[in-house]
Antibody, heavy 120, light 107 residues
């Protein structure tokens, strides 16, 4: 059974960089059958797709965040990571990592989510 | 970006009722439409992918259909565990986008 788990600071100061890691267990992140994705959800609001990475290192980002987002992968640790720079209060949200099936084009496994609060 | 518009935004229904949620895409997305269920405080769960394919382990009372750029999620007979928020998501092109959600509440 594949499991994903987000980890990282729950509190980040405004203008600094938010960093989260997603650890994948029960399967290899090096599989060519999946993308590895990040989404976020502000309290009481809907879901926003942030971006994704393939094992080769190829990435796609949401243009609304493009200049501030970096997603990277560490196959030796079976992890992938999100960095979001120059954060503001508007970046306060629950951040989810998920696995996207390449052929099915759906997000079939999700982490439990990590709340990140941006403080002034 | 492709806009996904869900309706209704909220819905009250009783156990045993048949319920329908609709999602409309702002342009053609073929069948690249997924449905997720999210219960309070938990991550979304994939229910339906490719508009009408049932994810493994999801009860058969859930079904999906499509007509052009309109997509429908149907729950044939509501069960107590189905009260949650439902989201559609287009996976036709990045940036992937979600509908605003439909909150299904107990009547």
């Amino acid at each position: 059974q594949v499991q994903l788990q987000e980890s990282g600071p729950g509190l980040v100061k405004s203008s600094q960089t938010l960093s989260l890691t997603c650890t994948v267990s029960g399967g290899s992140i090096s599989s060519g059958s999946y993308y590895w994705s990040w989404m976020r959800q502000p309290a009481g609001k809907g879901l926003e797709w942030i971006g994704r990475i393939f094992v080769s290192g190829g990435t796609n980002y949401n243009p609304s965040l493009n200049s501030r987002v970096t997603i990277s992968v560490d196959t030796s640790k079976n992890q992938f990571s999100l960095q979001l720079s120059s954060v503001t209060a508007a970046d306060t949200a629950v951040y989810y990592c998920a696995r996207e099936v390449v052929r099915g084009v759906n997000l079939d496994y999700w982490g439990q989510g990590a709340l990140v609060t941006v403080s002034s | 970006d492709i806009q996904m518009t869900q309706s209704p935004s909220s819905l009250s229904a009783s156990v045993g009722e048949r319920v329908t949620v609709t999602c409309r895409a702002s342009q053609s997305i073929s069948s690249y439409l997924n449905w997720y269920q999210q219960k309070s405080g938990t991550a979304p769960k994939l229910l339906i992918y490719a508009a009408s394919s049932l994810q493994s382990g999801v009860p058969s009372r859930f079904s999906g259909s499509t007509s052009g750029t309109d997509f429908t999620l149907t729950i044939s007979s509501l069960q107590p565990e189905d009260f949650a928020t439902y989201y559609c998501q287009q996976s036709y092109i990045t940036p992937y986008t979600f509908g605003q959600g439909t909150k299904l509440e107990i009547k």
